[in-house]
């Protein structure tokens, strides 16, 4: 089965440091999100491309929030300087047409 | 504005009984409807989706109806199962983007 993969899985960090997270998404699919889930606030879209390029990233902090898709095989979300209200798990996922697919998650703690 | 949102945020159902998780949604415009399940530590697994434009649609052992009159969507999972424990999104998209519901945890009672 084709997977949607992110790293780093979990990450602690302190406060101010900056994190990446990266995402493989599905070979052939041409869309890429990147979404936040909180207790408090649900499923949120950050941002997606379409053919690697922006096309909303309205749900950004855009101060300290930055996505990129260097190539079709890369998609990386950094959070600079990173706050502890940032602490979430930040899903990728990737879609084609219809149906999309989420990775795994990378868990995110800032103390 | 949009919203996407679940009736009941718990469900506990015996193992073998038939569930269904209900959602209200108040975009309109909305082309397709989806319905994720999501286990404890994983991402949003894609069940089912339903065009707008239908009222049924069938999966293996999942049904999923779209009233639009009254804009309410719901998943049934028949001969509900252990595994079929976990938290269940509905989610509308607009052009793919998903925008998603409160989430029903769903507990199979053995």
């Known amino acids: 089965d084709a997977r949607v993969t992110q790293t780093p899985r979990h990450k602690v960090t302190e406060m101010g440091q900056e994190v990446t997270m990266r995402c493989q998404p599905i070979l052939g699919h041409n869309t890429v999100f990147w979404y936040r889930q909180t207790m408090m606030q649900g499923l949120e879209l950050l941002a997606y491309?379409?053919?690697?390029?922006?096309?909303?990233d309205s749900g950004m902090p855009k101060d300290r929030f930055s996505a990129e898709m260097p190539d079709a095989t890369l998609a990386t979300l950094k959070i600079q300087p990173s706050e502890p209200r940032d602490s979430a798990v930040y899903f990728c996922a990737s879609g084609l047409h219809r149906g999309t697919l989420f990775g795994p998650g990378t868990r995110l703690l800032v103390l | 504005g949009e919203s996407v949102g679940l009736h009941l945020p718990t469900l506990s159902v015996q193992e073998g009984d038939n569930s269904i998780i209900n959602c209200a949604y108040s975009n309109s415009a909305s082309d397709y409807f989806i319905w994720y399940k999501q286990e404890s530590g994983k991402g949003p697994q894609f069940i089912i989706d339903?065009?707008?434009?239908?009222d049924k649609r069938q999966g293996q052992r999942v049904t999923v109806l779209l009233n639009k009159t009254v804009k309410h969507l719901s998943l049934q999972i028949a001969a509900t199962q252990p595994g079929d424990s976990a938290v269940y999104f509905c989610?509308?998209?607009?052009?793919?983007?998903?925008?998603f519901g409160a989430g029903t945890t769903v507990t199979v009672r053995a």
């Open positions: 989610a509308e998209t607009n052009d793919y983007k998903l925008s």
């Open positions: 491309f379409r053919n690697r390029a922006p096309l909303d």
């Open positions: 339903i065009r707008s434009n239908m």
